[in-house]
C-alpha cells in the first residue's frame, strides 16, 4: 500500500526540513502553498522552486485569499509596520486563523488523495508567541477533521518540541544543512537565506544556526533522543 502524505509548505525552514525528514518516509509526497495575499509572496515561488529541486512531483498553489480579507495583520497588510515582538502578548505578525484554514484545507485535500498524515512546521518550543502553533490547537483540529470527515488522518507536526537549534540539526542529519540555510525563506520582509536580519523570523533562526554550529555534538545528541533517530 503506498504511503501518502500533503506537506503544508511555505519554502520557509521548517516547511522545508518537514519535507526532507518526510521525503524518505513516504512513497509519495503533495505539497501545498496557499496563496493568501501574503506580504512576502517571494515565499510562493521559493516554494516551487524547493519542491522541484526535492523531486516532490505533485505541488498545488491554492488560493486562500479570503483570509486577507478577514486577518488584519502585518504579514497581510501592506500599511502594517512589522515591529519587534516586545514577548508581551500576541505579535503583530500573527494572521488569526491562518493555520485552522490551512490545516482545514490541507486535511480535505488529504482526504481526496487518500493520504494518511497532513504534515506542518508549527514548533511551540521555539514559536513566536502564536496560538495556532501549540500542540494543543494542532491535537484539537485532528480529532475535530477526522470527526468531520470521518476519516482516519494524522496531522503530524515532526518540530513541535525541537528548538531552532535541533531544527538545523536535523536538516544536517539529512544531509541538507546547506539548502536550507541558503534557499528557503523564512523572513517576515521576504528575503531568502539569512534574511533581513533583523525581523523577529531572522533573529531565531539566526540564533538557532549559531547555536547549532557551535555545539554541533550535543544538540545533534538532543536530536536523536527527541526523535529517535
Not at 516554494?47 to 502585518?74: F, P
Not at 502553533?133 to 515532526?158: H, Q
Request: hydrophobic share 40%; glycine share 6%.
Amino acid at each position: 500500500m503506498t504511503k501518502k502524505a500533503v506537506i503544508v509548505f511555505s519554502g520557509g525552514q521548517d516547511s522545508t526540513t518537514c519535507l526532507i525528514h518526510a521525503l524518505p518516509i513516504y512513497d509519495e509526497i503533495h505539497c501545498i502553498t496557499f496563496d493568501y495575499g501574503q506580504r512576502h509572496r517571494a515565499e510562493i515561488e521559493v516554494a516551487q522552486q524547493l519542491s522541484k529541486q526535492l523531486g516532490v512531483t505533485v505541488h498545488k498553489v491554492l488560493d486562500a485569499s479570503l483570509i486577507n480579507e478577514l486577518a488584519i495583520s502585518s504579514l497581510t497588510q501592506n500599511n502594517i509596520t512589522i515591529e519587534k515582538s516586545k514577548g508581551n502578548g500576541v505579535p503583530d505578525t500573527f494572521v488569526p486563523g491562518r493555520n485552522i484554514l490551512f490545516l482545514t484545507l490541507s486535511s480535505i485535500y488529504a482526504y481526496q488523495v487518500g493520504a494518511e498524515a497532513v504534515i506542518a512546521g508549527v514548533c511551540e518550543t521555539d514559536f513566536s508567541g502564536y496560538p495556532d502553533c501549540r500542540d494543543e490547537f494542532v491535537r484539537a483540529m485532528n480529532k475535530a477533521v477526522e470527526l468531520g470527515m470521518d476519516y482516519k488522518l494524522r496531522i503530524e507536526t515532526p518540530l513541535m518540541w525541537l528548538n531552532k537549534a535541533e531544527t538545523w540539526a536535523l536538516a544536517d542529519y539529512h544531509k541538507q544543512l546547506d539548502l536550507i540555510r541558503y534557499h528557503t525563506l523564512t523572513c517576515y520582509n521576504g528575503i531568502k537565506g539569512s534574511g533581513c536580519a533583523d525581523c523577529d523570523a531572522c533573529s531565531l533562526r539566526a540564533k538557532g544556526l549559531n547555536e547549532f554550529l557551535e555545539n554541533r555534538s550535543e544538540v545533534r545528541s538532543s536530536l536523536k533522543i527527541k526523535l529517535a533517530l
